[in-house]
């Protein structure tokens, strides 16, 4: 059984989950808790969707992208152990959100080669071995993604995004989110926290909600700190066309 204080699942493409997971990353250090990092992926939980009328150009190649990555973060957690996913999940979202070096809208190139170079930057940064990145187009993988995948929307329902959060496992509340487009200072971030996880742990609690978001104030969305972004009105928890 898990000692982790929280299981946080992330895809990671997604722009809302890294922005939430640098926010628990400050709730972290303030508070010492222990995150284990779980994987979900946006792609698997989509499959039953037609791409090209339900959602705007790209979007299938950027879940594509995640799943790719994920697989890697499978295979990094099976032959390194658990602890390897807290460096990789950080080295990827500096890489794709940060740093830009996974360009066009925060969302990856598809070039093998660029994305087989990119990634093993990324597992040098997290400490990793280079070989890992052979994980990127093994599809053998995809079974214990989508095993993972199934557990979190288990405990949230399907009708959700990424991150899910998992609090106190495995008796305590789990939700979708909370999306935010800021990162929040260190003092914020506390009290964010206590008044997140206060809902949650309200047993006839389910949602709440605004579709109004600002563009995620991260460089690959051409948004610097201390920026605003552009605020766009979002279909059912995404840039989808329809439902």
């Known amino acids: 059984m898990s000692?982790?204080?929280?299981?946080?699942?992330?895809?990671?493409v997604c722009p809302f989950a890294w922005l939430t997971s640098t926010w628990v990353r400050q709730v972290m250090a303030a508070r010492d808790y222990r995150v284990e990092w779980r994987l979900v992926s946006l792609r698997l939980m989509n499959a039953h969707i037609d791409y090209d009328t339900h959602f705007p150009p790209d979007y299938e190649a950027g879940h594509n992208a995640g799943l790719r990555m994920l697989r890697v973060a499978a295979r990094a957690r099976s032959e390194h152990g658990a602890e390897a996913l807290d460096p990789l999940q950080a080295a990827i979202g500096r890489a794709v959100f940060d740093q830009g070096s996974w360009a066009d809208d925060g969302v990856p190139l598809a070039e093998r080669e660029r994305e087989l170079a990119t990634t093993r930057t990324i597992l040098t940064e997290?400490?990793?071995?280079?070989e890992l990145a052979e994980a990127l187009y093994d599809e053998d993988w995809d079974g214990v993604i989508k095993d993972e995948t199934d557990t979190g929307l288990a405990l949230t329902?399907?009708?959700?995004?990424?991150?899910i959060i998992h609090v106190d496992p495995p008796d305590g509340p789990a939700f979708f989110g909370p999306v935010i487009s800021r990162r929040p200072t260190d003092e914020e971030a506390a009290e964010l926290w206590d008044h997140v996880v206060a809902l949650a742990r309200f047993p006839g609690f389910s949602e709440f909600k605004r579709s109004l978001r600002e563009r995620p104030q991260l460089r690959a969305f051409g948004v610097e700190a201390g920026e605003v972004g552009l605020v766009e009105d979002w279909h059912g928890g995404s840039r989808r066309l329809k439902r």
């Open 126 to 130: 997290a400490g990793l071995p280079l």
């Open 3 to 12: 000692d982790a204080d929280l299981h946080f699942y992330f895809d990671p």
């Open 157 to 163: 329902g399907r009708d959700v995004g990424t991150p």
